[in-house]
């Protein structure tokens, strides 16, 4: 049976999220913006961040899918795309929206392959970054929460794709 211990509440993240939204406004001001979401994770954080993001209409929204193979001892896994973005990124500002920064695998994928599109820019906003089991190097440019360790769930966060309806941060004792 799994047990859940609520981390942050739902009035919390809505603060951050809001707080988070006008830094990144700040940042961009008038510069066009391609805000791409790593699904599954980051869909209630990504839907309630752009909603905090000004922008007329310079702001393109884009999605990605990432699948990690291989060994769960971390540096042997292999990340690929199962759904790509679909907005040319050439030349333009990108930021990714992220659920949990974990080792750092996954981001590191991702900034590589933004890279080698010729993006101007890519930074990076994570919900949360969870440090205990950090691999790389990771800048995260806009981080909602940090935590040490434990396995969250909730606000789009799953354990076996269960929990993600959540309006609340819980760590779930497996
Ligand atoms: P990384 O590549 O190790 O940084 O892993 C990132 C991905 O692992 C995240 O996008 C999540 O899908 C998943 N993940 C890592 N920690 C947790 C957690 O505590 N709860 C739910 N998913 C997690």
Redesign the pocket.
């Given at each position: 049976m799994v047990t859940l211990k609520e981390i942050f509440s739902e009035q919390e993240i809505r603060e951050r999220t809001t707080a988070l939204g006008k830094e990144i406004s700040e940042v961009y001001k008038d510069e066009p913006l391609v805000i791409i979401c790593?699904l599954k994770?980051a869909f209630l954080f990504f839907s309630d961040l752009v909603r905090n993001i000004k922008k007329d209409s310079q702001l393109e929204l884009d999605f990605v899918r990432l699948a990690?193979y291989g060994s769960s001892d971390k540096s042997s896994r292999t990340i690929s795309f199962t759904k790509d973005i679909e907005v040319n990124v050439e030349g333009k500002n990108v930021l990714i929206v992220?659920?949990?920064?974990?080792?750092?695998?996954?981001?590191e994928f991702l900034l590589k392959q933004l890279s080698v599109r010729k993006a101007k820019s890519v930074k990076i906003a994570a919900l949360l970054s969870?440090k205990a089991?950090r691999e790389k190097s990771i800048a995260i440019d806009f981080v909602g929460f940090y935590i040490q360790d434990?396995?969250?769930?909730g606000y789009g966060?799953?354990?076996a794709e269960k929990y993600r309806n959540l309006p609340c941060i819980c760590e779930a004792q497996l």
């Amino acid at each position: 049976m799994v047990t859940l211990k609520e981390i942050f509440s739902e009035q919390e993240i809505r603060e951050r999220t809001t707080a988070l939204g006008k830094e990144i406004s700040e940042v961009y001001k008038d510069e066009p913006l391609v805000i791409i979401c790593v699904l599954k994770g980051a869909f209630l954080f990504f839907s309630d961040l752009v909603r905090n993001i000004k922008k007329d209409s310079q702001l393109e929204l884009d999605f990605v899918r990432l699948a990690s193979y291989g060994s769960s001892d971390k540096s042997s896994r292999t990340i690929s795309f199962t759904k790509d973005i679909e907005v040319n990124v050439e030349g333009k500002n990108v930021l990714i929206v992220e659920d949990i920064v974990d080792t750092g695998l996954t981001m590191e994928f991702l900034l590589k392959q933004l890279s080698v599109r010729k993006a101007k820019s890519v930074k990076i906003a994570a919900l949360l970054s969870k440090k205990a089991r950090r691999e790389k190097s990771i800048a995260i440019d806009f981080v909602g929460f940090y935590i040490q360790d434990g396995f969250l769930v909730g606000y789009g966060l799953d354990y076996a794709e269960k929990y993600r309806n959540l309006p609340c941060i819980c760590e779930a004792q497996l």
